[in-house]
């Protein structure tokens, strides 16, 4: 299987090679996202997941590769002016400021923007997504719970209003209720419009809602295909979804 | 000599312009994990800075009005100084082992004295600083020198100015963030070099009023004024929480009060008595610094870091 491209996919990643010192932890992945899908990449721990999405959005350099967003390359951009191109990136882990209120971090979302009214008009509408949010505005983050701090880091990438969303393991820790609660919102957000591309270790939950899946392992893409085609796929079934 | 609102007034003074400098610790150390052991050196070529702005103007100046012009040079040689070697001394060390900047900020210190001494007109002696005439103040039983009237207005002036700057402005929240986790704050779109620049900057900012202040109090500067007021400096930022601002004005102000009281109060315990007046006055600093850091590390309004990702 073979990934479809179009003539302009929104991203498209070409023989991406990224280290850390001499280990190779991305070993020359390709793939595309269009616009309006929702695109995964699953996978162990380690597989690369993650610093693939680090690179993408400028936070590792890679070692070799092209990487081309909105028809521009994204290669040698610092991280700080990525968001700016419309990439956002929710990180492993939330990584929220938890020093920092909600309604602040969700600002911070928003720093390269210059429309006040757009902003709290977003920032109501990230309450709306997320009541809970809105009920404690003025509350640290840091003293969120692990569902709540999600909530926040999604609500926070959105506020830049990006082309792109990628998040990155955001089911991790959390309890099946809160977990389903955010699938849930990632295919409300599927259906506004918002593409996505998301890394996850619940493959089961992942490639239900994705419309492409790549399934990756020590570095490199082994196999690709629809959400559907990937979830009732053999190897796949056996490998991560916990069947025999 | 040993009354009680006097030594108080002194540790104020004292305290006031340990805090100011405690601020350049506490702001990078926040932000990029270093102690920047120069900042003393920053401070004192702050000092030199103010001096040779007096020394450029008309012999027979008011010093009020000069003030503020000595205070805008001051400011400027030391953020030069201190944004400089931010970008030439630290930058190309970001991410290398945290004893390779700490030994370039000792390298630095001594270069920076090195420099003024050799290459300031008279650098190698102290350069006397000009001092406001007149009488001093008495505030509620204390005598205050008219120069250091200035220290008690700036250090709080100063500080609400950077607690407006970092609770209120897009900047100050970005560097907020930066503090907090630099690399989810690029991917906020923020650009996390030049907030480092600018901690920098308003460190070396408040050496330099500081620096004024030291010259207006002592009557003099000279290239080694800021080894021993950097260390002060620095364990102020110990004391009150490395990496708080409110801790760095606090703790300076803690340390000042102890160690004037100290060497006020200290020869009236028995047995202590040689241990009383200004010979040892040096010596409180540190043995509250150790105290700190035995009894509570974290300092005064210090957080544990534990929430540090």
């Known amino acids: ?244 | 000599m040993n009354e009680l609102p006097q030594q108080l007034a002194n540790g104020l003074i004292l305290g006031a312009m340990y805090g100011l400098i405690a601020i350049g610790y506490t702001m990078v150390y926040g932000i990029v994990q270093l102690i920047n052991f120069a900042h003393g050196e920053i401070f004192m070529v702050g000092g030199f800075g103010a001096l040779t702005v007096f020394l450029l103007l008309p012999s027979g100046v008011n010093l009020l009005y000069a003030l503020p012009l000595m205070l805008i040079g001051a400011v400027l040689v030391a953020v030069l100084v201190g944004v400089a070697a931010e970008r030439f001394a630290y930058r190309p060390l970001r991410g290398a082992p945290r004893l390779a900047p700490l030994i370039t900020a000792i390298g630095l210190s001594i270069a920076l004295q090195q420099a003024v001494w050799k290459w300031y007109p008279e650098g190698n002696k102290a350069r006397v600083f000009p001092q406001f005439k007149g009488d001093s103040f008495q505030i509620l039983g204390a005598t205050v020198q008219r120069g250091d009237i200035f220290v008690l207005v700036a250090a709080p002036v100063c500080m609400i100015a950077l607690g407006f700057f970092v609770s209120r402005t897009r900047s100050g929240r970005a560097m907020q963030a930066t503090a907090q986790d630099p690399d989810t704050a690029k991917l906020m779109g923020i650009n996390t070099d030049r907030i480092i620049v600018l901690a920098f900057a308003i460190g070396a900012a408040f050496a330099g009023v500081a620096a004024v202040a030291y010259g207006l109090r002592t009557g003099e500067v000279q290239f080694r004024m800021g080894f021993i007021l950097g260390l002060k400096a620095f364990t102020a930022a110990v004391l009150g929480g490395i990496g708080n601002i409110y801790g760095a004005m606090l703790g300076g102000v803690v340390l000042g009060v102890a160690e004037a009281l100290a060497t006020g109060y200290i020869e009236d315990i028995p047995g202590m008595q040689q241990f009383g007046g200004g010979a040892w006055k040096d010596v409180w600093a540190f043995v509250l610094l150790i105290l700190v850091l035995l009894l509570r590390p974290q300092g005064l309004l210090g957080e544990r870091v534990a929430d540090r990702a």
């Open chain 1, 1 to 244: 299987m073979t990934t479809p491209t179009s003539a302009h996919p929104l991203l498209q990643v070409e023989d991406l090679r990224v280290a850390y010192g001499k280990i190779e932890a991305v070993k020359g992945i390709s793939f595309s996202v269009e616009a309006g899908q929702v695109v995964t990449l699953i996978g162990t721990n380690g597989a690369g997941k993650t610093t693939t999405l680090r690179t993408l959005s400028g936070l590792l350099k890679p070692l070799a590769g092209k990487i081309t967003f909105d028809g521009a390359p994204l290669t040698g951009v610092p991280a700080h002016k990525i968001v700016e191109r419309g990439l956002a990136h929710s990180p492993e882990g939330r990584r929220l400021f938890p020093r920092l209120t909600i309604a602040e971090n969700l600002k911070l979302g928003a720093f390269l923007r210059k429309d006040p009214v757009g902003i709290e008009a977003d920032i109501r509408r990230v309450y709306e997504l997320f009541p809970i949010l809105g009920e404690r505005s003025r509350q640290a983050s840091g003293t969120l719970s692990g569902g709540e701090q999600q909530m926040l880091a999604m609500g926070r990438a959105l506020m830049s209003r990006p082309k792109l969303l990628m998040l990155d393991e955001p089911s991790m820790g959390l309890s099946p209720i809160m977990m389903q609660k955010i699938m849930d919102t990632i295919r409300e957000l599927r259906t506004q419009g918002t593409t996505i591309l998301l890394v996850e270790q619940n493959a089961q939950a992942a490639l239900s809602l994705a419309d492409h899946g790549h399934v990756m392992e020590t570095g490199t893409v082994v196999l690709s295909g629809t959400g559907q085609e990937l979830l009732h796929d053999e190897s796949v079934r056996k490998a991560y979804l916990g069947e025999d």
